[in-house]
């Protein structure tokens, strides 16, 4: 018997031994605690006198008994203890001596006992427990008690334990015997049925309720004083021993086990309720295990498989043993808290604690050692198994063989009632049984006489298992039925065996259904006689009866006719019946059809259309179908039609799989959703050669190869007897039977390789009991039999049942044993037999959830009855007890029960305990833990729980995984705060590792985690728990999106996980950059270089995607081969330029002779490849297909080389006679025109362009190249005709039209080509924009037009708006959506929220985009008004996301109304970079660390305005950010790097210089991105020339030059001189120049340098390696440049000889790129214009075009030749009013042109005249200024304001006074800051009176630009130092040095204060400081008086 049993049995002898033993009164007196301080009652000499005595006799007596000296040492007594010695019977006169003298001891000296044995009894104890030697005469009196007792307490346990033993040995014995005991059970089972009468229970009960309260108030109190302090020992001694994990300073700690979490949990208020698994454990019935497949199985849940349970995850017990050295210590326990208390509620332990308090740890360890070997010694005996007294054979007579001559089995008297017994029945079935069956199973009248007795109900089985066809012919004789004769047993019998016979009978005969139903038993049958219609070919129907052409007689026509050829020819019918109105009236005659006349009608206006989609959306819902009932047609159909959804969300969701597979018509899920590609798995799983031995088979595993290999399965499995039975000795895998006996083949009898005759010998079960595994065989395929011997024979099944695992026979036998009796109707009812058990509940009245039947079967244990029983009661009292215990005894109990489950547990741990207690209590501690987690608010103890008992919750959680919370430990994980994850998910295991990844995938969209969670676990997870278990990587697919560089980098090597890949390279697409550069580098490290380039030529598309992100450094080392093979995965990915360069060249380096194929492939990396390798497939069909490459390369806006155009593009006849190229050809030519130039433009002609103009409505033409085409054009292509969509096919070409022209078109050809002529590049010019939007504003109904007018909306001048601005809010519902510009976002508000004095929050969230125009005083109530955080937290969002720049005034204002609240902080993060940016440096230095990090996001996040800040506010903020962030020690690495984003190289040149050069090298391409001053550039200068990096310049390859690219413009001249000639061709030339502009028109150098920074030394390369600065070298022989060469270099970079030297014609077609060329000195425009006036004859002579294209170069023109030109197109003026380098006299001269030329006065200038003027309008004088028109300048002031006018002060005076003109703003005092904003540098016009009058409102307004052209007096008089403290920030930073150096110091600190506010100074702006004394002068005092005046006369 196992230790669980014994163990039981052995308590239960135990107490009914001292229950019954006899009993031996001790006189005492009533134990009280007497303190030190009383007084002694005796001496204390005589007392110790007497007590030695007493010592003496009891050593005496010791010897006596013992024949051996006892020895007072403690530990050698032990150690005698702990040998093995010879156990002897209890001597009951030597007890009774021990107890005599203890008696007469505590008689005599009770008082002096009292007062100072037991008052020292703690410290004795302590002391003898350390081993010490002199521990006063209560040590001795104690050691020699402890040892005289010793052996005889000892013998006690044994004695005991062997009558426990001895009285379970005989549980299995004879059949005498048995029945012994079955009559004893009997005897008090009929004892107790007697007693607990009715009358008696209510006696009881009623008992019971009196009693209860009284006995339990005083078990409570004596509960309280007799278990509290042992229950306070035991948990101090656990406390000692058990060391409970805790945090240690590095936050990590060690993982507890489940006793260490119990404990844990005791000292945390966690709620343990152990008390159901204490009962599980004690009073639970041994429930058998399944061992065949039936519903009640498969119901039970607590049941434990051989196969089911969760993994184990592997915890490190602690093991609690004798020998334990680590004690924790005393302050850790319960004794603190004892030692520290006023008042001792406990004084024992209190001592005890005082007593421990003085040792040592290492006696503190001897004492633990020494009471832990003591209650070892004594407990042993409990814990150990009884012996095997082996197994009795009883002796049994074998049956003897019936004869079959003798005259038992007379079959022929069975027919009458009564006559045959049920024994003999059997026997003759066993015996003779092919006689049985034909004399009994075939004559019904038999087996009906033969079932009316129950013992024979089995022979109606017996008989259709045997044959049930031959059965129902028998039975089922449906003509033989009459009503006396029928039964209604038969009838259900043939009911359900030959249904479709018996309903045939039923409805086709009228008297065999009265039969039927004459019986009421009968009237659940419910038969179908409704006959199905017959079918009906209804193509047959519908050609004969919609044959319209015969309708002649519309009478004749039926409307079930009609209604016929609707339903099935719906479209005939139409259009042969519908459309005939005559004929549809006619058919109205007949009033039956009036439906037909509106079908008809309906159906003409709605012709009937394919039947609609299947949506899938609607039925196939996957996420409800978990909760309800699917049709299984509806599972098909969402199969069929969503195959990838239906896999993902059935086949992948393991619940809603397995709900769905259990109904019959989906049992094709289990083949659809298994792996179709399952060869390789079954070749892994079913190795049916290692299944011949003894070997455990995982049951999945036998399911997989049954179902997908099922031939080898049943060959191998089925038809191996060997193996078969090795699998059934396995419980779990009985269900093989079954399916074995499937997979044979029909008709042989029995189940291959299982022989039942052989096996199922029951005869022999009476002396050897089978396995579980043999009862379910016969059981299965043997049943009859099985009936017969087992359940017929109650002794044989008594005898079975007897086994836990065997109990399910006596249940099935129940079924077939019950007895029957007859009803009235002549059925058979069965009558339950009577059950003790099951009784005794009723009339307790118990209602349990329990089911008695199993202890109410024949066989079934009676004492598994009373246990359960038992339980029961407990659990119906159990509530009333509680409610009755105070708080204090609930407390101590509960705390009792906890200790006692922990002391179980070291049990179970060190193997002396069988009673599964971690089994029983994993679901009471998983709900514990559940709850406290759910209510627990301190972190600091859950995360305690799931860091240091993560193991043990791991296990827990998979041992609950049935129940709802599964999820809980789970959810936990995702609610620990930031700053506590990563430790506390380092400690995960890798199992909740992995169930977290798994919720996090499923949920990731629910749990809105933020980013600073989701990176801190990504990092944790590819850090830590990555390289432990590199299986977790599948499941972190999602989240690698989330991961660092640094994260990727740490990833262990899985190159040649195939898996692994396959993810990688199915995200890595959309993945950052850094991160793809970050996995290349993280594959790379792992990779042989030479290794790789052997490798196959499959390489690249064997590794897939990632093989593109590899460092360039390791990418180089693949072969030209491997490349072009893996051309396409290459390709598919976006490589840099570096890996573009080198794949072109390796590839048309190395093969000569790629097929068009291979050539079409490379696409545009043939741009990259040397023209000359190109050059060698001229003539072949491969050379038209690198023209189409160049080309295309060309459209999307690459660059190449010159030649490259000029050798494989163009050829010579193109550029000699243009006018002979085919329309073809041009089209071909398109995106190359351009470079061509104006001169081959103006030779083609109309109809070679025509065909041509979808191709070069697409080229980016300048306006002069567009003005030529479109002139080219125009006589055949006409721009008036309304819907002719002529001016939006122009596209690009759109820029030449002339403004004249556009003034003459219709509004509404404007409007319709508007949206298209917005969107093309270069675009329309300013004067056209001007004319347009004219043109569209001056119409009353343009505020209906807001959608096609709004995409030239932010250039519409502020004057046409404010005119519409009520319209415009009334009529446009989208007002709110427009892009409007600062100034029209503040008219509209103004009148916005003119009856909205204060705004809501909603209100102005409403605005839109109009909230841009809020002025400051609006927006301060609006943050007084909330002044709380979320609400200013929304509308800083909606700040940050509006679609157009903040005015500076805005920003300002918010900062400074947002500053003054407490949470300012909080709101950085919301601010975005265009506000946070115009923080002012004294705030931002003072950001903690956690706020700098916030802008350092921000920043990245956007880095527009950081690029946009001056460059000294750029390094001061970096250079702070860096030291807040602790980034300036150490190597500048990759990570910190880009960390910083776009100010990574903002930092100073110190941190700079330590860049990390391994990461220097492998991201050169990358770091050309950012942004280098003149230091930074030079250090990168240094870095490329060192031998870690490249190595000296002049060992430099082609290959390092390509890596270097633009950083060689960053080397000095005199190194760039050491570069190798040979390397630094035109061609090389040419790209390094491209590769800068490229740079240049970028994201980053657009903003952050100035294009003349690296001129020189550009000009200086191309002029040094081209030959032109070398003394003594010969000229390179393209000393010439040809335009081509121009355009992708640099005009100016060439020397002017060369220029002057062209050809004409080359000249010609370069003028327009060499006159916009800004670089070039006087000197050098004068050559070129000379070389102009060669080409184009004198400047009289110059047509519009060669004016528009001489640029710069017009500036060299006399004022006479000036006076020349004819400047009477809007083109040529705009082009000269572009120019910003005339002289005064130069602009009056061309002004006065362009009146002469286009015959107008000055006031007959409209606004795109004076839009195209631009600086020319300073050309007028300040008279004739304020006769121009007022409203049309006002118009024309939104471009004019942008110009750096060169005006003088009293023109920008008339300017003002047109400005403010009645008709146009209005006077300046009116002026708000939107006009100020709008008429931006004029400004700086007004009077001195009027600038020094502004208020703050205009100030704002007042644009940068305007600020700096205030001459230095004038800004110094006319602006106080409180006016200069409104400037923002960029009015402040454009302030010149003249205009600072002007004001006063004053006036300086407001300005200082402006530039940098919030400093510690405070500054009194009356003229006195807190800082600095400062001291008006006179001269302030008389100026103060005249500006009163000036006021007060104003």
Same mark, same amino acid.
């Given at each position: ?334 004794? #603190? ?705 989330? #991961? ?325 809010? *009334?009529?446009? /519902? ?52 909330? #002044? ?70 921000? *920043? ?118 050491? *570069? ?177 030329? /286009? ?103 007042? /644009? ?19 006016? *200069? ?70």
């Amino acid at each position: 018997m196992h230790h669980g049993g014994c163990l039981k049995l052995l308590m239960l002898s135990s107490i009914l031994g001292f229950a019954c033993g006899d009993s031996r009164k001790v006189t005492s007196s009533p134990r009280t605690i007497i303190r030190p301080s009383e007084k002694k009652s005796r001496s204390e000499d005589e007392f110790e006198r007497n007590i030695k005595v007493l010592i003496e006799n009891i050593r005496s007596l010791s010897k006596e008994e013992q024949g051996e000296e006892a020895t007072p040492n403690l530990h050698q007594s032990m150690s005698r203890m702990s040998a093995p010695i010879e156990r002897i019977a209890v001597d009951s006169t030597n007890l009774a001596t021990y107890l005599t003298i203890f008696n007469s001891l505590f008689s005599i000296y009770q008082p002096a006992l009292i007062d100072s044995f037991i008052e020292t009894l703690p410290q004795t104890l302590i002391c003898i427990l350390v081993d010490r030697q002199h521990c006063g005469w209560q040590g001795d009196l104690t050691s020699i008690v402890l040892s005289a007792l010793n052996e005889q307490v000892l013998s006690v346990f044994p004695s005991v334990k062997a009558e426990a033993c001895m009285s379970t040995s005989n549980l299995r014995m004879a059949d005498s015997t048995m029945a012994q005991l079955n009559s004893l059970q009997e005897m008090l089972m009929n004892v107790l049925s007697s007693v607990l009468s009715d009358n008696f229970l209510a006696l009881w009960n009623r008992f019971m309720d009196m009693a209860i309260p009284p006995v339990m108030s005083f078990m409570s109190d004596f509960m309280l004083s007799a278990l509290q302090t042992p229950v306070d020992f035991l948990n101090l001694g656990l406390q000692l021993g058990i060391d409970t994990p805790t945090l240690d300073k590095s936050e990590k700690c060690q993982q507890g086990d489940l006793k260490q979490l119990i404990m844990w949990g005791m000292n945390h208020n966690v709620s343990w309720s152990f008390g159901q698994s204490l009962l599980d454990m004690f009073l639970a019935p041994e429930t058998p295990p399944c061992v065949f497949p039936s519903p009640e199985c498969q119901a039970t849940g607590s049941i434990e498989l051989g196969r089911s349970g969760p993994p184990s995850v592997n915890i490190q017990s602690f093991s609690l043993t004798c020998e334990q050295q680590s004690l924790n210590q005393l302050n850790e326990t319960l004794c #603190a808290a004892f030692l520290g208390a006023t008042s001792q509620e406990s004084y024992v332990l209190y001592q005890m604690c005082r007593a421990l308090g003085t040792l040592s740890q290492t006696e503190m360890t001897k004492v633990w050692r020494n009471v832990c070997h003591k209650i070892k010694n004594i407990s042993l005996p409990f814990i150990e198994p009884c012996s095997d007294p082996g197994i009795a054979q009883s002796s049994r007579i074998a049956q003897s063989t019936l004869s079959l001559s003798e005259p038992l089995c007379d079959y022929q008297n069975w027919t009458i009632a009564d006559a045959v017994d049920p024994a003999l029945v059997t026997m003759c079935s066993e015996n003779d049984r092919a006689t049985f069956i034909l004399a009994v199973c075939t004559n019904a009248e038999a087996v009906q006489v033969l079932v009316r007795n129950p013992s024979n109900a089995w022979v109606w089985e017996f008989c259709i298992n045997v044959s049930d066809t031959y059965i129902v012919n028998l039975y089922c004789s449906y003509n033989m039925w009459t009503a006396e004769t029928i039964d209604p047993s038969i009838v259900t019998f043939c009911w359900y065996n030959d249904m479709e016979r018996f309903q045939f009978f039923l409805c086709d005969s009228m008297p065999f259904f009265m039969v039927v139903f004459s019986s009421e038993e009968n009237n659940w049958l419910n038969p179908n006689c409704s006959q199905p219609p017959s079918q009906i070919d209804i193509n047959s129907l519908v050609d004969e009866s919609c044959k319209y052409s015969e309708w002649k007689n519309v009478r004749a026509i039926s409307p079930e006719q009609i209604s016929v050829c609707i339903q099935n020819d719906e479209v005939r019918f139409i259009n042969d019946v519908c459309v005939n109105q005559t004929f549809v009236t006619e058919l109205l005659l007949n009033s039956a059809n009036a439906w037909v006349e509106q079908y008809c009608t309906y159906s003409v206006r709605n012709p009937p259309t394919s039947p609609p989609p299947l949506s899938i959306e609607v039925w196939c819902i996957y996420s409800t179908w978990i909760n309800v009932s699917v049709d299984p047609s509806v599972v098909a159909l969402c199969r069929q039609y969503d195959q990838i959804g239906f896999h993902q969300n059935v086949c992948c969701n393991i619940p809603l799989y397995d709900k769905l597979s259990l109904h019959v018509d989906n049992q094709w899920l289990i083949r659809e959703c298994s792996d179709n590609d399952t060869t390789n798995v079954l070749e892994q799983v079913c190795v049916y050669s290692d299944w011949s031995q003894p070997t455990f088979v995982d049951m999945t595993d036998l399911a997989l190869c049954a179902d997908l290999d099922t031939e080898n399965f049943t060959r191998n499995v089925c038809a191996n007897a060997t193996v078969l039975q090795n699998l059934l000795a396995n419980l779990d895998n009985t269900w093989l039977l079954e399916q074995c006996l499937n997979l044979t083949a029909p008709g042989r009898g029995s189940l291959i390789g299982v022989r039942l005759a052989e096996q199922c010998q029951y005869s022999s079960w009476a002396l050897v009991l089978p396995d579980a595994a043999l009862l379910a065989l016969c059981w299965d395929y043997d049943q009859a039999n099985f009936i017969s011997f087992v359940c017929g024979d109650s002794s044989m099944l008594t005898h079975i049942t007897r086994e836990p695992s065997s109990l399910w026979v006596g249940t099935l036998c129940a079924t077939y044993t019950s007895p029957r009796t007859p009803s009235v109707s002549g059925s058979n009812e069965t009558t339950p037999q009577p059950c003790l058990t099951r009784e005794l509940a009723k009339k307790l009245n118990w209602t349990c959830n329990t089911d008695f039947s199993t202890f109410c079967q024949p066989g079934a244990s009676q004492v598994q009855g009373l246990r359960v029983l038992l339980r029961c009661g407990i659990k119906i009292i159990q509530p009333r007890m509680e409610n009755l215990m105070t708080t204090r005894v609930t407390s101590m109990v509960k705390q009792a029960t906890s200790l006692w489950v922990v002391l179980l547990l070291a049990l179970e741990e060190n193997s002396l305990t069988s009673l599964r207690v971690t089994e029983n209590i994993q679901l009471s501690v998983f709900d514990s833990i559940v709850i406290y987690m759910d209510n627990e608010t301190n972190f600091d103890n859950k995360r305690v729980l799931l860091q240091c008992f993560g193991k043990v919750l791991t296990s827990l959680m998979q041992t609950g995984r049935d129940v709802p919370t599964n999820f809980f430990l789970i959810k936990e994980y995702f609610r620990i705060p930031l700053s506590h994850l990563r430790s506390v998910l380092s400690a995960a295991d890798s199992i909740i590792v992995r169930e977290i990844l798994l919720y996090c995938n499923r949920n990731y969209a629910t749990l809105q985690l933020t980013d600073d969670y989701l990176h801190t676990m990504v990092s944790v997870l590819f850090q830590i728990h990555l390289p432990r278990d590199i299986s977790l990587f599948p499941e972190m697919g999602l989240l690698l999106a989330l #991961a660092t560089p640094s994260d990727i980098l740490s990833m262990p090597p899985l190159q040649n996980n195939i898996n692994a890949l396959s993810i990688i390279n199915f995200s890595i697409k959309n993945l950052s950059l850094e991160q793809q550069q970050a996995f290349g580098r993280w594959f790379g490290q792992s990779m042989s270089l030479p290794n790789m380039t052997a490798s196959s030529l499959s390489f690249i598309r064997d590794t897939g995607n990632l093989i593109a992100y590899l460092p360039f450094q390791s990418f180089q080392f693949l072969s030209p081969a491997q490349l072009l093979d893996g051309l396409d995965v290459l390709q598919s990915n976006p490589l840099g330029l570096f890996k573009q360069q080198f794949i072109a060249q390796s590839i048309t380096g190395t093969f000569g002779n790629l097929t068009v194929d291979q050539i079409r492939r490379l696409g545009n990396l043939s741009c990259l490849a040397h023209p000359s390798q190109l050059m060698a497939y001229a003539g072949t069909d491969a050379f038209s297909v690198i023209q189409d490459n160049i080309r295309t390369c060309v459209v999307q806006g690459f660059s190449v080389p010159s030649n490259m155009i000029s050798s494989l593009i163009l050829k010579s006849s193109d550029l000699q006679s243009p006018s002979s190229l085919t329309p073809q050809r041009v089209s071909e030519l398109g995106p190359f025109l351009p470079l061509l130039g104006s001169s081959v433009l103006q030779q083609l002609t109309s109809a070679q362009l025509m065909p041509a103009l979808r191709t070069l409505a697409s080229v980016p033409f300048t306006p002069v190249q567009a003005r030529i085409i479109f002139d080219k054009i125009s006589a055949n292509f006409s721009l008036v005709l309304p819907g002719s969509e002529h001016l939006s096919r122009l596209g690009s070409l759109v820029s030449g039209v002339k403004v004249e022209t556009l003034w003459t078109l219709p509004t509404d050809v404007l409007l319709e080509a508007l949206s298209s002529m917005s969107l093309q590049t270069p675009g329309l010019t300013p004067p056209q924009v001007n004319t347009i939007i004219s043109k569209l504003w001056g119409s009353s109904s343009v505020s209906q037009w807001m959608d096609r007018v709004n995409p030239l909306l932010s250039s519409t001048p502020l004057l046409s708006v404010i005119t519409q601005v009520p319209q415009l809010l *009334i009529r446009d /519902t989208a007002v709110h959506t427009r892009l409007w510009n600062t100034q029209q976002a503040k008219a509209l508000f103004k009148q916005a929220v003119i009856s909205h004095p204060s705004l809501s929050l909603q209100q102005f969230l409403s605005l839109g985009t109009l909230a841009t125009g809020v002025n400051c005083l609006n927006l301060r109530r609006l943050f007084q008004n909330l #002044a709380s955080l979320s609400p200013l937290r929304d509308i800083m969002t909606f700040l940050r996301e509006q679609p157009v720049p903040l005015h500076p005034s805005l920003k300002k204002c918010v900062i400074e109304e947002l500053y003054e609240f407490g949470f300012f902080s909080d709101l950085l993060g919301d601010l975005g970079s265009q506000i946070a940016l115009s923080l002012p440096l004294s705030t931002i230095k003072k950001f903690p660390q956690d706020k700098m990090d916030s802008l350092r996001k921000v *920043i990245i996040q956007d880095p527009y305005y950081f690029l946009l800040l001056p460059s000294t506010k750029q390094a001061v903020l970096v250079d702070k950010m860096l030291q807040r962030l602790n980034m300036y020690t150490g190597l500048y690495t990759e990570e910190e790097f880009r960390s910083l984003g776009v100010m990574a190289t903002f930092v100073t040149d110190e941190m700079f210089w330590k860049l990390d050069r391994s990461f220097f090298v492998d991201g050169l391409e990358f770091l050309q991105r950012f942004c280098y001053n003149a230091n930074k550039r030079g250090l990168v200068a240094d870095m490329l020339q060192e031998n870690r990096t490249f190595g000296p310049v002049k060992n430099w390859t082609s290959e390092t030059l390509n890596q270097v690219d633009r950083f060689l413009f960053f080397l000095p001249k005199d190194t760039i001189q050491l *570069i190798p000639l040979g390397l630094m061709s035109l061609e090389r030339i040419e790209r390094l120049f491209l590769s800068q502009q490229k740079w240049e028109r970028g994201e980053f150098g657009s903003l952050c340098q100035k294009p003349s920074e690296l001129f020189d030394k550009k000009q200086f390369v191309l002029q040094f390696f081209l030959g032109f600065l070398r003394i003594g070298r010969s000229p390179y022989t393209g000393l010439i440049p040809t335009c081509e060469s121009l355009h992708v270099t640099q005009p100016a970079a060439w020397t002017i000889d060369s220029l002057r030297n062209m050809p004409q014609a080359s000249f010609r077609r370069c003028l327009e790129l060499i006159g916009q060329d800004p670089f070039f000195i006087a000197f050098e425009l004068s050559v070129l214009l000379t070389k102009t006036k060669e080409v184009y004859g004198m400047p009289s002579s110059f047509n519009s075009s060669v004016i528009s294209q001489l640029g710069r170069i017009a500036t060299q023109l006399s004022l006479e030749e000036l006076g020349s030109l004819r400047l009477s197109e809007i083109q040529s003026i705009s082009a000269m009013g572009n120019l910003n380098t005339w002289t005064s006299r130069q602009l009056k001269s061309v002004f006065s042109t362009v009146l002469n030329s /286009t015959r107008k006065t000055p006031s007959q200038l409209d606004s795109s005249t004076f839009v195209a003027l631009g600086h020319i309008v300073c050309g007028i004088d300040a008279p004739i200024m304020r006769i121009l028109n007022p409203v049309e300048f006002s118009k024309a002031v939104l471009w004019l304001g942008r110009l750096y006018l060169s005006c003088s002060e009293e023109q920008l005076q008339a300017l003002i006074g047109l400005l403010s003109h009645s008709l146009a703003f209005g006077p300046v005092s009116s002026w708000g800051s939107e006009v100020f904003i709008e008429i931006g540098a004029i400004a700086a016009g007004l009077p001195d009176i009027a600038m020094s009058a502004l208020v703050r409102e205009q100030i704002e307004g007042i /644009t940068p630009l305007a600020i700096s052209l205030i001459p230095a007096g004038k800004f110094a008089v006319v602006f106080n130092q409180a006016q *200069i403290r409104m400037f923002t920030y960029d009015q402040a930073i454009a302030v010149t040095e003249g205009q600072r150096s002007a004001l006063s110091p004053v006036q300086q600190t407001a300005l200082s204060m402006v530039l940098n506010p919030w400093e510690d100074k405070p500054v009194d702006f009356r003229g006195r400081s807190l800082g600095v004394a400062m001291h008006p002068c006179p001269f302030f005092y008389l100026s103060s008086i005249l500006i009163m005046l000036l006021f007060s006369l104003g």
